[in-house]
């Protein structure tokens, strides 16, 4: 059964390369959708949008996700990630909260909305501790704070920042990781592949040149990617754990997620299981009458 799937995108990355490849090798027809030149009205779908099937959200800015899913929901288009899980990832606090909810092991995490409370939450964990922004990825703008020297320094820098997203301290206790964490990517909660990230650095992120080497997930590691995945909704994610003495902790769930790095790690053709998803999904969803949002 020939597709038509629509692929949102802010840049081609190897990772949508490698989906795309898939997808015309299978002969699906594919809409290459720009979010950068894309306009979305807010009654109708665009003609371009109303024959698709699926649409994979691929965009690399949070705030484009955010909306794009929403209109495609809005327009009775199946829409991978859905918009709740897109919202949910997207935000460290509520990622957390739903691993809590779920009653999903993940670090102990304080939330604070000035900087003399944040320094309260970071004196209640001790040093170290980890201080993260609330939107971001790669690891970027994560800091270990040390000493109440760094913390002052680091909490003065943040509140001059403009953007609101930086009133908000998330506040985390270190984990004492053996020198590396694990990323398990994952559809609608059944593991894939998984690989191991370590590096001397304590952000043990592939984009911030970390070494990877194939992870296969154990019974434990298994159930709590379902149970991760299903707390925040479901679908195609990265969930990431770390090692510790008590077991594994899950400290995020990515939706974006990116696997190029994984695919090179692994003998698993990730773009092929990723795709067979794609197609079982598209075929469910055409068998249940969306409800269109009003």
């Given at each position: 059964?020939?597709?038509?799937i629509?692929i949102?995108?802010s840049r081609i990355?190897k ?10 090798e299978?002969?699906?027809e ?7 030149k894309?306009t ?22 949070t705030?484009?996700s955010l909306?794009?899913t929403q ?5 009775g ?6 918009h709740e ?7 460290k606090?509520?990622?957390?909260l739903?691993l809590?909810?779920?009653g999903v092991?993940?670090p102990a995490?304080?939330v604070?909305?000035?900087k003399e409370?944040a320094m309260?939450a970071?004196?209640q964990f001790?040093?170290?501790?980890v ?5 971001g990825?790669?690891g970027r ?9 760094a913390?002052e ?12 997203e930086?009133?908000?301290?998330y506040?985390q206790?270190?984990?004492d ?6 990323r398990?990517?994952a559809t ?11 590096s001397?650095?304590?952000?043990t992120?592939?984009?911030?040149g970390?070494e990877?080497?194939?992870?296969e ?7 709590l990617v379902k149970k991760?995945?299903?707390a ?8 990431d754990l770390?090692e510790?003495?008590?077991g594994?902790?899950?400290h995020e ?12 790690a692994?003998?698993t053709?990730i ?7 794609l197609?079982?999904?598209?075929a469910?969803?055409?068998d ?7």
């Amino acid at each position: 059964m020939t597709l038509q799937i629509g692929i949102l995108y802010s840049r081609i990355r190897k990772d949508e390369k490698l989906l795309l490849n898939e997808l015309r090798e299978r002969d699906h027809e594919i809409e290459k959708i720009d979010v950068r030149k894309q306009t979305f009205d807010i009654s109708e779908a665009a003609e371009a949008f109303q024959d698709l099937d699926i649409v994979v959200d691929r965009c690399l800015a949070t705030s484009r996700s955010l909306y794009a899913t929403q209109f495609f929901e809005a327009y009775g288009i199946p829409v991978v990630n859905s918009h709740e899980t897109a919202d949910i990832c997207a935000d460290k606090v509520k990622n957390s909260l739903a691993l809590e909810k779920a009653g999903v092991p993940t670090p102990a995490t304080k939330v604070a909305f000035t900087k003399e409370t944040a320094m309260e939450a970071i004196e209640q964990f001790g040093y170290p501790c980890v201080l993260k922004p609330v939107v971001g990825s790669w690891g970027r703008l994560m800091a270990k704070i040390d000493s109440p020297d760094a913390a002052e320094a680091i909490l003065e820098h943040k509140a001059t920042l403009g953007h609101y997203e930086h009133k908000v301290f998330y506040v985390q206790e270190f984990v004492d990781k053996p020198g590396r964490d694990i990323r398990v990517l994952a559809t609608d909660g059944e593991p894939i592949a998984g690989m191991v990230r370590s590096s001397d650095h304590w952000i043990t992120n592939a984009a911030k040149g970390a070494e990877t080497n194939v992870f296969e997930p154990d019974a434990e590691a298994k159930e709590l990617v379902k149970k991760a995945s299903d707390a925040v909704g479901g679908g195609l994610l990265g969930i990431d754990l770390m090692e510790t003495d008590e077991g594994y902790t899950v400290h995020e769930v990515n939706h974006t997620v990116e696997f190029k790095a994984l695919d090179g790690a692994v003998d698993t053709d990730i773009a092929g299981t990723v795709v067979d998803w794609l197609e079982t999904k598209a075929a469910s969803a055409a068998d249940e009458p969306l409800e269109v949002s009003a």
